[in-house]
């Protein structure tokens, strides 16, 4: 049965896959984008998650044109990498409220009428470092990890309502923000990883569309890698 999906940083990257592995599937696709839309057969809907008239905004766009969402990816995220003792609070703050106050925000907009419909699934793009921490990532893995907990808390409240809610948490996957990492960073991540390489944006897309599929009905409050064994036992 084709669901309404709504990707936050839709338009490129990792966002973009899963977009496309829903619109694969048959789903009617939103994504958000800040600048540029993605070219394909997606309502796309301009807005930041930083901003929550905004996020109302274009929940209102999604709910016209395709219907009220009933698949919540919370992709968007940032980075703001710097050691801990060069990192300034506006650093810290300007991550955690992208990444995890962003999904918080998403997530709240679109609850009720999950609720109502009495089906949804909520998806939370985490990262390995929020798990396992990252140098120069205080400011990310907080965020990261602040999904992990944040997730739980939803899936607790409405595992009886039908409402799914989970995490995945990528590792090193091939797209922009990944190839801004430094060449040495880079080739410390990639020996360090069991599958011994990066994994590909579609990779995790396949992740997210099993998690938000009818069969993963009994799956909440869980978080699933995709990282090619780089967190294990994390
Ligand atoms: P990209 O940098 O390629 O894309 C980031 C996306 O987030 C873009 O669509 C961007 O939109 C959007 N975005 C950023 N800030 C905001 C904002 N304030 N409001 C709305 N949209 C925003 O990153 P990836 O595709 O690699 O990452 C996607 C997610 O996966 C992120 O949450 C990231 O933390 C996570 N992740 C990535 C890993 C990797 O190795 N690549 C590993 C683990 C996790 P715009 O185009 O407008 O900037």
């Keep these: 049965m084709p669901r309404t999906v709504l990707v936050t940083g839709g338009?490129?990257?990792?966002?973009?896959?899963i977009a496309r592995e829903f619109l694969d599937r048959g789903d009617r696709v939103a994504v958000t984008y800040r600048n540029e839309p993605p070219t394909g057969e997606f309502t796309a809907v301009r807005c930041d998650v930083a901003d929550m008239d905004q996020i109302d905004a274009a929940f209102t766009t999604v709910e016209a044109e395709?219907?009220?969402?009933?698949?919540?990816?919370?992709?968007?995220?940032?980075t703001e990498d710097r050691p801990m003792i060069r990192m300034q609070e506006e650093h810290f703050s300007r991550v955690?409220?992208?990444?995890?106050?962003g999904g918080w925000r998403c997530a709240r907009r679109a609850l009720p009428k999950m609720l109502r419909g009495r089906w949804g699934r909520i998806v939370f793009v985490s990262s390995v470092a929020?798990?396992?921490?990252n140098p120069g990532q205080a400011n990310y893995a907080a965020s990261k990890a602040g999904m992990v907990?944040?997730?739980?808390?939803?899936?607790?409240?409405?595992?009886?309502?039908?409402?799914?809610?989970?995490?995945?948490?990528?590792?090193?996957?091939?797209?922009?923000m990944s190839a801004s990492?430094?060449?040495?960073?880079?080739?410390?991540?990639?020996?360090?990883?069991?599958?011994?390489?990066?994994?590909?944006?579609?990779?995790?897309?396949?992740?997210?569309?099993?998690?938000?599929?009818?069969?993963?009905?009994?799956?909440?409050g869980?978080?699933?890698?995709?990282?090619?064994?780089?967190?294990?036992?994390?």
């Design 66 to 78: 395709i219907g009220p969402v009933e698949i919540l990816v919370s992709n968007a995220g940032v």
């Design 130 to 133: 929020g798990l396992r921490g």
């Design 149 to 176: 907990g944040m997730a739980r808390s939803m899936a607790r409240e409405y595992a009886t309502a039908g409402v799914t809610v989970n995490v995945v948490a990528p590792g090193l996957i091939e797209t922009d």
């Design 11 to 17: 338009n490129r990257g990792i966002g973009l896959a």
């Design 181 to 220: 990492l430094p060449e040495a960073r880079r080739a410390a991540h990639l020996a360090e990883i069991p599958a011994g390489r990066a994994g590909g944006a579609e990779e995790v897309a396949a992740a997210v569309a099993w998690l938000a599929g009818e069969r993963a009905g009994y799956v909440t």
């Design 96 to 101: 955690l409220d992208t990444n995890l106050t």
């Design 222 to 234: 869980a978080v699933i890698p995709v990282d090619g064994g780089l967190g294990m036992g994390h």
